[in-house]
């Protein structure tokens, strides 16, 4: 069973920036693939970014040029650095952990950009 604690979300001006991190603990094996997720009101869940472990990456087309994600697998923490942000990236942030078949979310950290 894999634990997922996040931080870093808060309350930010459009154009600025804010960092979130994501650890993992009780996985007994290296988990294959770490992202972050997002959800705005009234919408669904939707990709923003994930990370293999071996350092493969994919972003939603949303926020690619502009949010960078890494891992740091003798942590089990993955990062997720927001930039430009955009009024339109308010959402709860949820990290997301696949291992050995089975996929683990975090608690949620809400982001909010203010126009």
């Known amino acids: 069973q894999v634990q997922l604690v996040e931080s870093g979300g808060g309350l930010v001006q459009a154009g600025g920036s804010l960092r979130l991190s994501c650890a993992a603990s009780g996985s007994g094996f290296s988990i294959n693939i770490m992202g972050w997720y997002r959800q705005a009101p009234g919408k669904q869940r939707e990709l923003v970014a994930v990370?293999?472990?071996?350092?493969?990456?994919n972003y939603a087309d949303s926020v690619r040029g502009r949010f960078t994600i890494s891992r740091d697998n003798a942590k089990s923490t993955v990062y997720l650095q927001m930039r430009s942000l955009k009024p339109e990236d308010t959402a709860i942030y949820y990290c997301?952990?696949?291992?050995?078949?089975?996929?683990?979310w975090g608690q949620g950290t809400q982001v909010t950009v203010s126009s």
């Open positions: 997301y952990a696949y291992q050995i078949g089975a996929g683990y």
């Open positions: 990370v293999t472990s071996g350092d493969n990456t």
